[in-house]
Structure formats: structure tokens, C-alpha cells
């Protein structure tokens, strides 16, 4: 199975910092790697898809960005809104596995 | 507008049985693959399993292999999920979600049904 490690588990930022969170795959992957958007109560939301794809309707201060075997969202200006739990999943091989989330805090 | 409509869950004895559905509208559902994603209390997101759009591929996570059936009906718009053998550890919020062609993986979700395994 392929392992996605996901990191920070939790995180801390102030309103318009940059922040960065990152998933390496344990074998290849190529693009078929998405990001989640999870708030309390509500169902995960599609931000991105196919690595650097941004998904329709999310703001362009997100983005993602591929390195080898590392995977990453960026949200270029936090705002508060964004407070949520955000998990990546690779979907190339069954069983298709999601990292193990990371949690924003807004400071 | 997409949409999918989980129903089915409740509160069911360890051993049971119990059957998921989701009712999809606003595409043509029998063009796109199919998944069931839960998240237990507290937890992460674990995906079930898949189904293909002709049904002719189905793929089930290890920790449920055996024990659950994914199927659908093209001409109800529906997917379902048949639970056996169900297990505290199954208790879980269960979203099914479409996947999209290619790389685009699942890019709409349903509210999710809760099921919880319980004597």
C-alpha cells in the first residue's frame, strides 16, 4: 500500500502568514494527488487536484506544488477562514490512502 | 447542481447488518466512478471502497474486505453500501463521494450518514 506522510499534524499561524503543509508519498503517485478541506461539522472540500490544480470556486491564494516524492498546499496570505484540518489523498493505486491530516489554528 | 444524498445509517448491535444508499442528481451518474470515505469521531478520513461506473471494477479497503458490499443502480441514480458483520470499530460518519476522471479524484461529497455500532 502506498503511504502518505503527512506534516505538521498541527500548526499555528497569524492572519496573512504563508503556510506550507506537505505529504510525501512512499512510491510513486505522478499527479494523482488531491487536498482536502475539512471545517468542524462539514464534509471535505476539493482545493486541489492533480497535484497543482486549483479546484473550482477555491481562492487563488491556495496552491499546490509537487517536488519528487513531496507534495505540497500552500496558502499564500492566511485568513480565517482557512481554519480548518486539511488532508491530501493519492489516488493511483487501491487502496487509495489519505494522509493523516494537519490541523490550522489561526494565532 | 451535484449532489449526493447519503441515508441508511442509525444505531445498530455489534454482528448486524445495515445498508447505505446515496442518491446522486445533477450529473449523469452512470459516466463516473464512485467511492465510500468514512471518518470515525475524532479521526482521519479512511476511504472503503470503489466502484467503477459499469460496476465492472470494485475495489474494498482491507479493514473491510468480506465484510461490505458496494454496489449501484444506474437507472435509480443510487449507490449503496451493505454492511455485515459490523464491529464498534466501524462506528463512523460514512460520505460517499464521485470521482472524477484521471487525476481530478473525489470532487464532490454527500453530508455523510452516521452509523454507529453499538449494544
Known amino acids: 500500500d502506498i503511504q502518505m506522510t503527512q506534516s505538521p499534524s498541527s500548526m499555528s499561524a497569524s492572519l496573512g502568514d504563508r503556510v506550507t503543509i506537505t505529504c510525501r508519498a512512499s512510491q510513486d503517485i505522478g499527479n494523482y494527488l488531491s487536498w482536502f478541506q475539512q471545517k468542524p461539522g462539514k464534509s471535505p472540500r476539493r482545493m486541489i487536484y492533480g497535484a497543482t490544480n486549483l479546484a473550482a470556486g477555491v481562492p487563488s491564494r491556495f496552491s499546490g506544488s509537487r517536488s519528487g516524492s513531496d507534495y505540497s498546499l500552500t496558502i499564500s496570505s492566511l485568513e480565517s477562514e482557512d481554519m480548518a484540518i486539511y488532508y491530501c489523498?493519492?489516488?493511483?493505486?487501491?487502496?487509495?490512502?489519505f494522509g493523516s491530516g494537519t490541523k490550522l489554528e489561526i494565532k | 447542481e451535484v449532489q449526493l444524498v447519503e441515508s441508511g445509517g442509525g444505531l445498530v448491535q455489534p454482528g448486524r447488518s445495515l445498508k447505505l444508499s446515496c442518491l446522486a442528481s445533477?450529473?449523469?451518474?452512470?459516466?463516473?466512478?464512485m467511492n465510500w470515505i468514512r471518518q470515525a469521531p475524532g479521526k482521519g478520513l479512511e476511504w472503503v471502497a470503489s466502484i467503477s461506473s459499469s460496476s465492472s471494477y470494485i475495489y474494498y479497503a482491507d479493514t473491510v474486505k468480506g465484510r461490505f458490499t458496494i454496489s449501484r443502480d444506474n437507472a435509480k441514480n443510487t449507490l449503496y453500501l451493505q454492511m455485515t458483520s459490523l464491529r464498534s470499530e466501524d462506528t463512523a460518519l460514512y460520505y460517499c463521494a464521485r470521482h472524477g476522471p484521471l487525476i481530478r479524484g473525489f470532487d464532490y461529497w454527500g453530508q455523510g450518514v452516521m452509523v454507529t455500532v453499538s449494544s
Open positions: 489523498l493519492q489516488s493511483i493505486q487501491y487502496p487509495f490512502t
Open positions: 445533477g450529473f449523469t451518474f452512470s459516466n463516473y466512478g
